[in-house]
């Protein structure tokens, strides 16, 4: 073959590679849960982008350098952010929803003894949450009259001092989805502490920078003890509990984000 249509060729390979990686971008945003039992799928994910990038052979990965795999987009932070220690004040006892925190199978990493969340909801209010990570403290108002099951659960973990040394297991970094995921105790995605309990505060919900939000497997109602903190614009559907935002320390987190996510 001819050098300049081999150059053509490698250049049109190039293209429905690319082509073929910003589909499945867009598609994992429609269709994405900011997960927690299925986290590891979504590793295998980050790395089929590199697949995907290399279709077409070695050959054509050795003769054309530009073919090399691109960065992945969903998977460990490269740069390591652990939660130290979590403290939770506000006007306790004001609380009157009603909670119930039926037992789950995400159990993994959970202490023992733990135990759940009061069944009457602990605050009301506005209720502040600091939150100290290995980079920096972050701080978190959350919002007990819009989301008070989750805020009681998230105090009651606090207070049992569940998130201690747990480290962030997942940053995704695509324009659609730019999140931080927190708050497993295996680090893997799929521990929890034992119980879930439904969705809050989702009608209408935006995803914009500084939101804190839960996440949950495919199932309904399967919040537990992951949580994510939105970085940038995110356009994920309104399936995923708000119950609070970020007012100090985003550059904690811009820190780990602009990191990027480990090979």
């Known amino acids: 073959m001819a050098g300049k249509d081999r150059k053509k060729q490698l250049a049109r390979q190039r293209y429905l590679r690319q082509q073929a990686l910003r589909e499945a971008e867009a598609k994992k945003a429609r269709r994405i849960r900011v997960l927690g039992s299925v986290v590891a799928v979504a590793l295998v994910a980050g790395g089929g982008f590199g697949i995907v990038s290399l279709v077409g052979g070695d050959d054509d990965a050795k003769a054309d350098p530009a073919a090399s795999s691109p960065p992945p987009e969903d998977g460990k932070p490269k740069q ?9 004040s506000g006007k306790k006892g004001g609380g009157t929803a009603k909670c119930t925190y039926p037992d789950s199978d995400d159990d993994r990493g959970a202490p023992k003894g733990l135990g759940k969340p009061p069944s009457t909801a602990a605050y009301d209010g506005k209720v502040t949450a600091t939150v100290k990570t290995s980079l920096g403290d972050v701080k978190i108002e ?3 009259d819009k989301a008070p099951c989750t805020v009681n659960s998230f105090a009651h973990l606090a207070k049992k001092k569940f998130f201690e040394n747990v480290k962030c297991h997942r940053l995704t970094t695509a324009e659609t989805l730019k999140v931080l995921q927190c708050g497993d105790p295996t680090g893997t995605g799929s521990g929890g502490p034992g119980y879930r ?17 839960m996440a949950h497997s495919m199932q309904p109602d399967s919040n537990g003890s992951q949580f994510f903190i939105v970085y940038g614009d995110s356009e994920l559907p309104a399936d995923y ?17 602009q990191a990027g996510v480990a090979a």
């Open 142 to 144: 959350m919002d007990a």
């Open 241 to 257: 509990t708000i119950f609070g935002k970020i007012t100090s320390g985003m550059d904690v987190i811009d820190k780990v984000a």
């Open 197 to 213: 309990f439904a969705n809050e505060n989702t009608k209408g919900a935006k995803y914009t920078r500084g939101v804190v939000a």
């Open 80 to 88: 390591e952010i652990a939660l130290q220690k979590v403290s939770v």
